[in-house]
């Protein structure tokens, strides 16, 4: 039974889930306001756009870059992973924060260390903070440690465990379901990689410019995706009784997919999984029937055409196949049952679009099911024990 208590009520939406769904434009706008130089042009392209207020010592001889985070901050992680690699060109590896102290990277010089917790105050990847802090405190230094936190609240443990933190701001998000916090640290970590990618020279004037304007419609773009809020409610009811979810994507969306899949689970408690698409086909489509329903990620760009040839083969085995695609693609409108349209978008861009209808159809599939969206069971918005 729903929670009816006032403090679990919003006067404008039925759940805090879905306000803070529906926040997402304006925090895009506050990221960019924080982070981006609206007045930056060509002509200064010397100049990064983004000002971090991060030191050159950060930066500077910068080799390799580690990650550690937990759940919905590790898929927004793996998602940095590939801005930083593409962008910036910063051979970078993720990995979660509760196996870091058993098994950690390499201790690889002149490498950054960044902690990723929405809350700043999660137990394990304070732990691996603290271990990779002590072990390089003792070496040679360009072994010594470089920390850098991304977290949604400043005020917390992590901003007094490292002398820099970038902030994603979002306010305060009520539902313990992540997900304005999530789009939040998407904007950050790409911010992060545009600006290493400018002080490294890594793209042109003109390719630039190119994702700087990209970025700035991304708010209108989610308030597209919004407004078709009713017909992704019609899906999801369409999709209630359904117990088998699989979530498939290649390449930057990927991590969506996997985002996607914890979505639904944590608030529906539906069984769902997220797989790479080109390795869903190397055994795990062995469970695929009618009773199966897929939700597929397929955005025009480089790995475009192997996702559809890949779902194609997933489609003949007679599952449900629902697409988060662009409109006005024919072979796309044939091969999906039903479609969900975001609007065009970079590719590199595409994440923060194409997670907005995984929300949507997580939260509405839990309405329906009768269940609590804002508090699901056995979990909390902080994790502070291991």
């Given at each position: 039974?729903?929670?009816?208590?006032?403090?679990?009520?919003?006067?404008?939406?039925?759940?805090?889930?879905?306000?803070?769904?529906?926040?997402q434009?304006?925090?895009?706008?506050?990221?960019?306001?924080?982070?981006?130089?609206?007045?930056?042009?060509?002509?200064?392209?010397?100049?990064?756009?983004?000002?971090?207020?991060?030191?050159?010592?950060?930066?500077?001889?910068?080799?390799?870059?580690?990650?550690?985070?937990?759940?919905?901050?590790?898929?927004?992680?793996l998602?940095?992973?590939?801005?930083?690699?593409?962008?910036?060109?910063?051979?970078?590896?993720?990995?979660?924060?509760?196996?870091?102290?058993?098994?950690?990277?390499?201790?690889?010089?002149?490498?950054?260390?960044?902690?990723?917790?929405q809350?700043?105050e999660?137990?394990?990847?304070?732990?691996?903070?603290?271990?990779?802090?002590?072990?390089?405190?003792?070496?040679?230094?360009?072994?010594?440690?470089?920390?850098?936190?991304?977290?949604?609240?400043?005020?917390?443990?992590?901003?007094?465990?490292v002398?820099?933190?970038?902030?994603?701001?979002?306010?305060?998000?009520?539902?313990?379901?992540?997900?304005?916090?999530?789009?939040?640290?998407?904007?950050?970590?790409?911010?992060?990689?545009?600006?290493?990618?400018?002080?490294?020279?890594?793209?042109?004037?003109?390719?630039?410019?190119?994702?700087?304007?990209?970025?700035?419609?991304?708010?209108?773009?989610?308030?597209?995706?919004?407004?078709?809020?009713?017909?992704?409610?019609?899906?999801?009811?369409?999709?209630?009784?359904?117990?088998?979810?699989?979530?498939?994507?290649?390449?930057?969306?990927?991590?969506?997919?996997?985002?996607?899949?914890?979505?639904?689970?944590?608030?529906?408690?539906?069984?769902?999984e997220g797989?790479?698409?080109?390795?869903?086909?190397h055994?795990?489509?062995?469970?695929?029937?009618?009773?199966?329903?897929?939700?597929?990620?397929?955005?025009?760009?480089?790995?475009?055409?192997?996702?559809?040839?890949?779902?194609?083969?997933?489609k003949?085995?007679?599952?449900?196949?629902?697409?988060?695609t662009?409109?006005?693609?024919?072979?796309?409108?044939?091969?999906?049952d039903?479609?969900?349209?975001?609007?065009e978008?970079?590719?590199?861009?595409?994440?923060?679009?194409?997670?907005?209808?995984?929300?949507?159809?997580?939260?509405?599939?839990?309405?329906?099911?009768?269940?609590?969206?804002?508090?699901?069971?056995?979990?909390?918005?902080?994790?502070?024990?291991?």
């Amino acid at each position: 039974m729903l929670d009816d208590r006032p403090e679990f009520r919003h006067p404008e939406f039925r759940h805090f889930m879905l306000k803070e769904i529906y926040e997402q434009p304006d925090v895009v706008r506050a990221c960019l306001e924080k982070y981006l130089n609206l007045d930056w042009t060509q002509n200064r392209a010397s100049e990064s756009p983004i000002h971090l207020e991060l030191p050159a010592s950060l930066y500077n001889g910068l080799a390799e870059i580690h990650i550690v985070a937990c759940g919905t901050s590790l898929h927004a992680s793996l998602v940095g992973q590939y801005w930083l690699e593409q962008l910036a060109g910063i051979p970078t590896r993720v990995r979660y924060a509760s196996e870091f102290p058993d098994h950690p990277f390499p201790l690889t010089p002149n490498t950054l260390t960044i902690a990723v917790t929405q809350s700043g105050e999660t137990a394990d990847t304070l732990k691996a903070l603290a271990f990779e802090q002590q072990r390089r405190s003792r070496l040679t230094p360009a072994c010594r440690p470089r920390l850098l936190g991304l977290t949604n609240q400043p005020d917390s443990t992590l901003q007094q465990r490292v002398d820099h933190i970038l902030h994603a701001p979002s306010e305060q998000e009520v539902g313990v379901a992540a997900t304005k916090s999530f789009v939040a640290q998407l904007i950050v970590f790409y911010t992060l990689a545009l600006d290493l990618a400018c002080r490294r020279q890594m793209l042109s004037s003109d390719r630039l410019n190119i994702l700087l304007r990209e970025l700035e419609r991304l708010p209108e773009k989610i308030s597209r995706i919004l407004a078709a809020t009713d017909e992704i409610a019609q899906l999801a009811k369409e999709l209630v009784e359904i117990q088998d979810f699989i979530f498939l994507a290649r390449g930057i969306n990927y991590p969506i997919a996997l985002e996607g899949a914890l979505k639904l689970k944590e608030t529906s408690y539906i069984h769902a999984e997220g797989y790479a698409a080109g390795e869903f086909l190397h055994g795990p489509i062995a469970i695929l029937d009618e009773q199966v329903t897929v939700v597929a990620i397929a955005v025009p760009g480089q790995v475009y055409d192997k996702t559809l040839a890949n779902l194609q083969k997933v489609k003949s085995r007679g599952a449900r196949l629902i697409g988060i695609t662009t409109p006005a693609n024919s072979e796309a409108a044939a091969l999906f049952d039903s479609l969900v349209p975001i609007p065009e978008v970079d590719e590199l861009l595409s994440p923060i679009l194409t997670v907005i209808p995984l929300q949507l159809l997580a939260y509405y599939i839990t309405v329906y099911r009768g269940l609590d969206v804002d508090r699901p069971r056995g979990l909390t918005k902080s994790l502070s024990a291991e």
